[in-house]
């Protein structure tokens, strides 16, 4: 046998062999269970499965739950799960990787219509006062929700120290608040954002951060 055809040979068992394999383990099968909680992490009753399809399925099949868990689910590397619970009537959606066969996943699940920013005025303004650093060195400020994929990071102005976050997806729910410098983050304070709008101040200082002067906002120590 010529090289180039025992390289061909080589390279289609090879193939073949690993497209085998790829079967095998897409055969398997998961149990799934959907822990369903508010922005603020409080577990919801009530509440079921409405949707979960796997994102690469072009047909789209959709994997019918008792209540949060579902049965026989084939492991694949990503789910779109919906949830509807009736009391209180909230819903949410969010996305469910399946890779092990006790899979457990957490998904938020909020009001229609529950306080959301307009745009006319930023659901959150974080005033800062770093006293470790001259006040015209570059800071900022970031807002990351704890239960659910959201970030934002504004730069704080160096003459007003203030920050704002604009985005519509800013909303009641729990959030950690980090300032950095150039080099690192210098403060990270967890808080309930309460209603919006809402205020912060945080001063930094060698002996730590403080958060006062809030508005709408609980500061969890």
Request: overall charge neutral; aromatic content about 8%.
């Amino acid at each position: 046998m010529s090289w180039p055809r025992l390289c061909f040979t080589v390279l289609f068992v090879a193939m073949c062999m690993a497209q085998k394999s790829s079967h095998a383990s897409n055969g398997k099968l998961a149990t799934v269970n959907l822990i369903v909680v508010d922005a603020f992490g409080h577990e919801q009753t009530g509440c079921d499965v409405v949707k979960f399809v796997a994102l690469d399925d072009d047909k789209g099949k959709d994997y019918k739950f008792e209540g949060l868990t579902g049965r026989n689910v084939p492991l694949s590397n990503e789910y779109l799960a919906g949830v509807q619970c009736n009391q209180p009537a909230r819903r949410g959606s969010g996305v469910v990787p399946v890779s092990r066969q006790d899979q457990f996943a957490l998904i938020v699940a909020s009001t229609p219509g529950e306080d959301l920013s307009t745009g006319a005025t930023a659901p959150l303004t974080l005033s800062v006062v770093n006293k470790r650093q001259p006040q015209r060195e570059a800071q900022w400020a970031e807002l990351v929700a704890f239960y659910w994929n959201f970030r934002e990071i504004d730069r704080i102005d160096p003459e007003s120290g203030l920050a704002t976050f604009r985005s519509w997806s800013v909303a009641p729910g729990r959030y950690f608040v980090v300032i950095h410098n150039s080099e690192k983050p210098v403060c990270t304070r967890q808080i309930d954002l309460l209603a919006i709008p809402a205020a912060l101040d945080i001063s930094v200082s060698q002996e730590g951060c403080q958060a006062t002067n809030t508005s709408h906002v609980r500061v969890i120590d």
